[in-house]
């Protein structure tokens, strides 16, 4: 790792001003991305402002069917709520299945978003449950916030503080976990509210997370595992790398959209 | 250079570090407590494991200065003397390692699983929750079975206590 200098926020104002204060800095939450990247010297911060002692970024609520987790909610904190194991039990499922234990203690949502890796579970489920997303300037429709691999509407200066979203009807996760790192090599987020079915797909697609708008269609006239028979999925647009080809990722995604459909 | 200052193991320590340094390089370089292993550059084998305010935690992906302030148990502090803590215990009557370079990190997972989860640990459970925890020698095997006997002692110890 190459040298940078720690700085503890205690507050969201006072964050910024770190932030702004430095020649590059980056904001550190759990870590658990930032800080392996940083040792590997992928990632060379002059600066880094750590988050983890921000109160305004911590908490769940559900109220009026409206679920607002902030930023530095550890996974482990998303897992364990009894408040999303009743609003959203997918959403926790999710949860429980990022990494394991000790990266669950540390990890936390606003890190995962903002890092948007083609291959995290959390966005997926932002795009299903058309999530917004807040920061310390704006909301942001998780529609418009996930641009591209690793990049995100946010801007350098800006901070994400919390997600919320309405509570779907219902919703499910499925995920098939490379066997070695169990990030998703296809992960399936599907939620139905109303008459409405939003599909976020995470893993796959060679352009980072995306929603199946087919998908999405075919589920809004029928809500079953069957209405996915007749679509399908374009090998064109699926990651290929050592771990699998696109023409396996695409049959994935389709194998994980059914069964996210038969559990929800 | 940050100034840190830590509980470890119950006792307060405090040291010059550069704000790079990592916690387990803290532990083992400061400290001189080089029970906690580094087994991987990419923080995914668990032989760091320790505790930080009462959770498992991976000591190599995180810096000495996100932990000043707080709460530090390592490996050389579950033993109370010459006695073992039952986990400790567990591993050593049921052959739960060979070469022993997992086990500080398997052990401070154990403990942590076992709080979780106290007695309700079934072997699916101890697996799953092992993800983050790698072992080169044993097959995982009797790391399961010396978990689930520590859960039972201390499920049982709880029971009789309550
Ligand atoms: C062994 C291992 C296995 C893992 N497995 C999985 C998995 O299966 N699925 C999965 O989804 N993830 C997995 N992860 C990643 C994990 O979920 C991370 O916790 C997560 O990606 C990043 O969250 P963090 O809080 O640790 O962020 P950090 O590492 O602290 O930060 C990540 C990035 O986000 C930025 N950032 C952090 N907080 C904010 C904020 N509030 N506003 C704006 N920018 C911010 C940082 O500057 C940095 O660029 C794994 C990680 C490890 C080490
Ligand atoms: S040394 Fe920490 S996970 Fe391998
Ligand atoms: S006992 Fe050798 S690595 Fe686990």
């Known amino acids: 790792m190459y040298a940078t200098n720690y700085h503890r926020a205690s507050s969201l104002s006072e964050a910024e001003q770190m ?15 930032l800080i392996p990247t940083m040792k590997q010297r992928l990632a060379a911060p002059t600066d880094v402002v750590d988050l983890r002692h921000v109160a305004e970024l911590k908490g769940i609520s559900v109220s009026g069917g409206v679920v607002k987790i902030g930023a530095g909610t550890t996974h482990a904190e998303v897992a364990g709520s009894a408040d999303i194991q009743s609003a959203c039990p997918a959403l926790a499922g999710l949860a429980s299945h990022i990494g394991d234990p000790h990266v669950r203690h540390m990890g936390t949502i606003g890190g995962s978003i903002a890092n948007n890796d083609p291959a995290a579970d959390y966005p997926s489920a932002m795009l299903a449950l058309n999530a917004t997303i807040h920061t310390n300037k704006r909301e ?19 901070i994400v503080t919390a997600v919320s979203f309405e509570a779907p009807d219902s919703a499910a996760y499925q995920k098939f976990p490379n066997p070695a790192s169990r990030y998703a090599m ?20 060679s352009d980072g997370v995306y929603r199946a708008s087919d998908m999405e269609q075919a ?35 389709k194998v994980m959209a059914k069964r996210a459909v038969a559990a929800a | 250079m940050a100034s840190i200052s830590m509980t470890v193991n119950g006792r307060t320590v405090s040291g010059e570090a550069e704000d790079r340094t990592l916690l387990v390089e803290f532990l083992r370089s400061n400290l001189a407590l080089t029970g906690t ?19 498992a935690v991976k000591s190599c992906t995180m810096l000495a200065a996100q932990a000043s302030g707080s709460s530090v148990t390592t490996i050389e502090g579950l033993a109370n003397g010459d006695v073992l803590h039952p986990v400790q215990k567990a ?20 403990v942590d699983m076992i709080e979780r989860h106290g007695g309700d640990l079934d072997e699916a459970t101890v697996r799953s929750e092992l993800e983050g925890n790698i072992c080169r020698c044993t097959g995982y095997h009797n790391i399961v079975k010396s978990i689930l006997a520590a859960a039972a002692e201390i499920g049982g110890a709880r029971q009789a206590a309550e």
């Open chain 1, 19 to 33: 932030l702004a204060a430095a020649e590059e800095g980056k904001l550190l939450s759990g870590g658990q991305t």
């Open chain 1, 140 to 158: 942001i429709a998780a529609d418009d916030f996930f641009v591209g691999m690793f990049e995100t509407a946010l801007g350098d200066d800006e």
């Open chain 2, 91 to 110: 591993f050593h009557e049921n052959h739960g390692l060979q070469c022993g370079f997992c086990t500080p990190g398997m052990i401070m997972a154990a």
């Open chain 2, 37 to 55: 292993h580094v087994g991987c550059d990419t923080s995914q084998c668990g032989a760091c494991v320790v505790h930080v305010d009462g959770k």
């Open chain 1, 219 to 253: 589920l809004s006239g029928s809500f079953s595992p069957d209405a996915l028979d007749g679509v399908s999925v374009d090998p064109g647009g699926m990651l290929s790398d050592i771990h699998g080809t696109a023409e396996y990722r695409a049959h994935l995604v």
């Open chain 1, 186 to 205: 296809a992960g399936v987020f599907v939620a139905k509210k109303g008459g409405t079915v939003r599909v976020g797909v995470t893993g796959a697609g």
